[in-house]
């Protein structure tokens, strides 16, 4: 044990970052630490500065074998976002290659094609082994960052302030404008955005040609 996270030698760590925001994609990474000497730091993504994050997922790229699966904002309408993330998740465990190896998952529902009896599905598993905790980050960075490019390209949204998630500022900006290609249309507050968008304001007939509008209608 390293500080106080386990770290288990020649685990699969599984995390992902981007179920609740209204934008974006969802991210799944999957991580094996060496066998000696991981970064003592390492710990639940949400527990760690911005700048600590970035440290640290700078040193996973370095010293640690993972790989990354992105999942599209259509995707994730297509699929919805909880069979989105477990799919990302099953890709990028099944990217590393390592068939025999045993996989730790954050949370507690199996992705698809895992064998359950080399998995182990850990409620807050990011805060208790490191490699995880390591998954999360990677996740998370990665995801912010390209939200941080989306904000170049929809800068009138503030992506690169609160990541796609449904703070005031964000609603506020998505009743004004509307949608933008990244949201996802299934969540609730995007869906209706976009039909008061696209409802059209149609005079009623009657008012149309200067007609009184008979009682009741």
């Known amino acids: 044990m390293t500080g106080r996270l386990i770290h288990l030698r020649g685990i699969i760590g599984a995390d992902e970052a981007g179920r609740g925001p209204l934008a974006g994609p969802v991210l799944a990474a999957a ?11 390492l710990n639940d993504s949400k527990k760690l500065k911005p700048d600590k994050r970035e440290a640290l997922a700078q040193w996973i790229q370095q010293n640690c074998e993972y790989a990354i699966i992105e999942k599209s904002a259509a995707e994730i309408d297509n699929l919805n976002i909880l069979r ?7 890709e990028a465990i099944e990217k590393l ?17 895992l064998n359950r009896d080399r998995t182990k599905l850990v409620i807050k598993g990011d805060g208790l082994y490191m490699a ?5 980050i990677l996740a998370k960075t990665t995801r912010d960052n390209i939200m941080r490019s989306m904000a ?12 796609g998630y449904p703070t005031p500022h964000h609603l506020a900006a998505l009743e004004r404008y509307g949608p933008c290609p990244i949201h996802r249309r299934s969540y609730g507050p995007v869906q209706a955005s976009l ?6 304001q149609i005079p009623h007939q009657f ?6 509008k008979p009682p009741g209608l």
């Open 31 to 41: 991580v094996v630490l060496p066998d000696d000497s991981p970064h003592s730091g």
């Open 84 to 90: 989105a993330s477990l799919l990302a998740m099953t």
């Open 97 to 113: 290659g390592r068939h025999d190896a045993e996989v730790y998952i954050d949370g507690n529902q199996m992705p698809p094609r």
């Open 132 to 136: 995880i905790a390591a998954a999360s």
């Open 152 to 163: 170049q390209i929809y800068p009138e949204y503030g992506f690169d302030l609160h990541f």
């Open 195 to 200: 039909e008061k968008t696209i409802q059209p």
């Open 207 to 212: 008012e149309l040609f200067g007609l009184e």
